[in-house]
T-cell receptor, first 113, second 111 residues
Framework: EAGVAQSPRYKIIEKRQSVAFWCNPISGHATLYWYQQILGQGPKLLIQ????????DSQLPKDRFSAERLKGVDSTLKIQPAKLEDSAVYLC???????????FGPGTRLLVL | RKEVEQDPGPFNVPEGATVAFNCTYS??????FFWYRQDCRKEPKLLMSVYSSGNEDGRFTAQLNRASQYISLLIRDSKLSDSATYLC????????????FGAGTRLFVKA
């Protein structure tokens, strides 16, 4: 069974630029999550989708972050414009349903200069 | 108070030692609980789910105490390969579903 795919794996941008991350969940998984993990901290949930609907986006900085999951499969997370404090690993995870085991992708390591 | 709090690390133990981690959560309506393991520069991976009756998987034992709102992870006969960060995860279901990770506890097992 293929795991969660993410791209790119690494990205370096300058502050105020835009960046987008892509995630392809495990086939059949209804729930998709985006997390931000800053060095030395646990993952922080940014947004959770159930199929193509948003379940929770309470911690998503909506003035600069946006995410979508069209057709309930792939998802993209965008940052526009980026700030220095956005430097982190962005993890995508999926699960069969809410509150089930989450399977993580390898993450995208973002550095904002 | 943080929603999910874990023992501050790091824990440095010799091979063969028994080590225990605790995690407390603030929302009494939390519904499901997990321990994940994260190796350096890797993604988190499920170690085990935590059930009310407690559960054991080889050298690992997880316990849930709903009355005191904490979960624990016990590792017996530590191996060098157990060196990692252990993340406590709590799923809440009040006014929507929310997944909260603890900050993690770092474990170093030394020969």
């Amino acid at each position: 069974e293929a795991g969660v795919a993410q791209s790119p794996r690494y990205k370096i941008i300058e502050k105020r630029q835009s960046v987008a991350f892509w995630c392809n969940p495990i086939s059949g998984h209804a729930t998709l999550y985006w997390y931000q993990q800053i060095l030395g901290q646990g993952p922080k949930l940014l947004i959770q989708f159930q199929n193509n609907g948003v379940v929770d986006d309470s911690q998503l900085p909506k003035d600069r972050f946006s995410a979508e999951r069209l057709k309930g499969v792939d998802s993209t997370l965008k940052i526009q414009p980026a700030k220095l404090e956005d430097s982190a690993v962005y993890l995508c995870a999926s699960s069969w349903d809410r509150q089930e085991t989450q399977y993580f992708g390898p993450g995208t390591r973002l550095l904002v200069l | 108070r943080k929603e999910v709090e874990q023992d501050p690390g790091p824990f440095n133990v010799p091979e063969g030692a028994t080590v225990a981690f605790n995690c407390t959560y603030s929302n009494s309506a939390s519904q499901s609980f997990f321990w994940y393991r994260q190796d350096c520069r890797k993604e988190p991976k499920l170690l085990m789910s935590v059930y009310s009756s407690g559960n054991e998987d080889g050298r690992f034992t997880a316990q849930l105490n709903r009355a005191s709102q904490y979960i624990s992870l016990l590792i017996r006969d530590s191996k060098l390969s157990d060196s990692a960060t252990y993340l406590c995860v709590v799923n809440e279901a009040t006014g929507g579903f929310k997944t909260i990770f603890g900050a993690g506890t770092r474990l170093f097992v030394k020969a």
